[in-house]
């Protein structure tokens, strides 16, 4: 029996995310953690014979801008808008000579320096953290940017209400509320592992200096666009492969009133869905991002220990939509034949579409080695398996 599509894919995402049943699970693809990196995406352009000059929608991830044409072949239901940094911001990629090497650098707003080199362009790791030796008397000097410079969100508006009015696709935001992960970027992660056990005081003022520039971002951004879009994308990476980063009682004392004062900010200010994104075992915190306020969990890493479809659907399947968890992008994705990735597939939409409250995408975004072959048969597979 042929299946039919009944809903806009609007109307599909907000079914899903009110954990009611939509017509079909709605796809995803695009977004600064449901992307798909530039390499993987020119071998996907050449396997289908579509024409598209590639635009890099994040240097960092380097990950690609999908044309109209792969989203609509892949039947996506999501398209993306984003601030942009502020006028006075002069960053951009510089490329640097050092130890007989180009590399290719960018500094962001925070001072820290992103790096790639010419021989590796896969990804930009941090080469400098501007607080690596700071004190807490440092950090009230210093230079934090402006959240709420108001021309990040210059013609933000107009954007996205042609979006909600000229297209029928469900407007998601781009990343943003990155209030944990920054304080790493700009101490260094093995030193701020070692702050959180030995100076609290000075990872308390630097997280609420995190926090303060995006609740006076998210001001600006909710003034402008509350009102249109329809998810909202924030996110900090709690755990691993095993399990939390860090100690979660760490976690309740530090990070999670700063979190659940950025979430509730936004839920005053909105009726968008408040997404969140936090790699690996998270299982131990998702009544933590519950009681914050998250109406989302992506990338729902099924890989990782304690966090298997069925058992998660179970558990919180009526609590939390999963966005993600289609296909495990380490084992399968990039290393199966196309029919173990279309079975497993397949496999994974069954259990986490049962009674709504899912969206299909990849775990994380697409990586340079994945098979163009492979990335078509996920998307074919899921969107057969996605009719209810």
């Known amino acids: ?8 894919p609007r109307q599909r995402v907000l079914a899903a995310l009110n954990h009611e049943i939509p017509d079909r699970v709605p796809m995803d693809l695009g977004g600064n953690q449901t992307g798909i990196h530039r390499v993987a995406y020119a071998s996907l352009l050449k396997h289908l014979s579509i024409r598209d000059k590639i635009a890099i929608l994040d240097p960092v991830q380097q990950l690609a801008q999908p044309c109209e044409a792969v989203l609509e072949r892949f039947h996506i239901d999501t398209r993306y808008i984003r601030a942009d940094a502020p006028a006075s911001w002069k960053g951009g990629i510089v490329q640097n000579q050092r130890d007989g090497k180009l590399w290719h650098d960018l500094t962001d707003e925070f001072g820290v320096t992103w790096s790639m080199c010419a021989d590796s362009p896969l990804y ?6 501007p607080l690596a030796n700071a004190t807490t008397a440092d950090i009230a000097a210093y230079p934090f940017p402006k959240g709420d410079d108001p021309t990040r969100f210059t013609g933000l508006r107009e954007r996205a209400l042609t979006m909600k009015k000229e297209t029928p696709y469900a407007v998601v935001s781009g990343i943003s509320g990155v209030v944990y992960e920054f304080c790493w970027y700009m101490r260094g992660l093995e030193q701020w592992f070692c702050d959180l056990l030995t100076d609290q005081p000075f990872c308390e003022a630097l997280i609420d200096q995190t926090l303060k520039f995006w609740m006076d971002w998210f001001r600006l951004f909710l003034d402008e666009v509350g009102d249109v879009v329809d998810v ?3 996110g900090d990476d709690l755990a691993g492969q095993d399990g939390p980063l860090f100690s979660p009682e760490l976690y309740r004392n530090i990070v999670k009133p700063r979190h659940k004062k950025l ?3 936004i839920r005053s200010r909105t009726k968008a869905k408040i997404w969140y994104h936090t790699c690996g075992n998270c ?6 991002l519950l009681d914050n306020g998250i109406d989302i969990l992506n990338p729902v890493q099924i890989s990782a220990a304690h966090m298997d479809p069925t058992k998660l659907k179970a558990q919180f399947g009526k609590q939390v939509v999963f966005w993600g968890g289609g296909c495990d992008s380490q084992h399968i994705l990039p290393v199966a034949k196309p029919e173990e990735v279309a079975r497993h597939v397949r ?6 579409k049962q009674g709504g409250g899912y969206v299909f995408n990849n775990v994380h975004n697409i990586q340079a080695g994945v098979p ?3 990335i078509v048969a996920m998307y074919d597979a899921a969107y057969e398996a996605s009719f209810y």
């Open 124 to 129: 930009m790791d941090i080469t400098h953290h």
């Open 372 to 374: 163009p072959e492979n």
């Open 1 to 8: 029996m042929t299946k039919h599509e009944t809903m806009t």
């Open 347 to 352: 496999h994974n939409v069954e259990q986490f």
């Open 232 to 234: 909202i994308m924030i």
């Open 283 to 288: 299982n131990v915190y998702i009544p933590e």
């Open 263 to 265: 979430v509730q900010y």
